[in-house]
């Protein structure tokens, strides 16, 4: 099994048999959400155009709106501020617009886009002592409904559910999780997230810790799964300066068991943005394999 992953200066494909990883591209950071269309021929990933350890205040905030996504060989408009996960759904790409407080929405065929506000706040911080905005950095579609994750800084994280493609909000939950990442409903109905401040992963319903990392200060960002197995990517918890070189993880775990199975170590790879399994259905996003230029380079 192969694994993309992002991380704020390279993109990373891994052998998960090996435990070897080679740099895809490292010429547009930063890297953030990774997706592709619906037949898996073209790859599309999220880029914030800047350093986001220079984001202080609110002008930094505002000069941040330059953001786009890359979708195989085209560009997006560059209108988003430090967007996260980014999600493809038929001619539709959905991205946490994270700096913006919102959910975008856009056409692939022309571009246009919509933001969508569920309260009157328009930026994710006005500065170091406001934190004001929700911190949108997640989402999973489950049927007709949007699940996004907001991690609310020092509030305490957030799953709000919209209908889709309506964007009509159904309802805002209050979670027990620090600065959460990543929704994944499985088949059965479970919701898993991480609780990223106590590097473990959770449970929503049940507020029950499936799987902890035995590593302290870490957190916990970044679900792929293939049914049978979790990988779950982990980053040393420090400041922004510090995330784009120290050594990251991801943790293999059996679903059956919740155990930890392996460990594959990404040297100076900087912290973990987005995992993706690649050449199999990933349950944890849309499931579509990818069969694009980049198949070529999977492991057989």
């Not at 993309?4 to 990373?12: H, N």
């Not at 408009?77 to 996260?84: F, N, R, Y």
């Not at 007709?144 to 009509?168: C, K, T, Y």
């Not at 049914?227 to 991801?250: C, K, M, N, W």
Request: aromatic share 8%; glycine share 6%.
């Amino acid at each position: 099994m192969n694994l993309l992953i992002a991380c704020p200066r390279k993109l990373l494909l891994v052998d998960t048999q090996t435990a070897t990883s080679y740099v895809i591209e490292s010429h547009r950071p930063e890297y953030y959400g990774i997706t592709w269309d619906q037949d898996g021929q073209n790859l599309i990933l999220g880029h914030s155009g800047i350093d986001n350890s220079n984001l202080q205040s609110l002008e930094s905030y505002i000069d941040s709106e330059c953001g786009w996504v890359s979708h195989g060989r085209q560009r997006g408009p560059s209108v988003l501020s430090q967007a996260h996960q980014i999600l493809s759904v038929d001619d539709r790409l959905i991205a946490t617009n994270t700096g913006r407080n919102s959910i975008t929405v856009f056409r692939t065929d022309d571009w246009f886009y919509h933001h969508y506000w569920i309260d009157d706040v328009r930026w994710d911080r006005k500065g170091k002592q406001d934190l004001c905005g929700r911190h949108f950095n997640s989402l999973f579609l489950h049927r007709d409904q949007l699940h996004v994750i907001a991690h609310n800084h020092d509030r305490g994280s957030e799953l709000i559910r919209f209908f889709w493609p309506e964007m009509e909000v159904i309802r805002v939950e209050k979670t027990n999780a620090e600065m959460a990442h990543n929704i994944w409903v499985t088949d059965e109905g479970q919701r898993v997230i991480c609780d990223s401040m106590r590097g473990s992963v959770v449970d929503l319903d049940r507020n029950e810790v499936l799987w902890q990392s035995s590593t302290p200060n870490v957190v916990t960002r970044g679900l792929a799964s293939n049914g049978h197995y979790l990988f779950i990517g982990q980053s040393a918890i420090g400041p922004r300066q510090e995330r784009t070189a120290r050594d990251s993880h991801v943790w293999i775990v059996e679903l059956a068991t919740w155990k930890t199975v392996d460990c594959i170590r990404l040297p100076k790879s900087g912290n973990i943005h987005e995992i993706r399994l690649i050449d199999q259905p990933d349950h944890c996003h849309h499931r579509q394999v990818y069969r694009g230029p980049l198949s070529h380079r999977l492991a057989a």
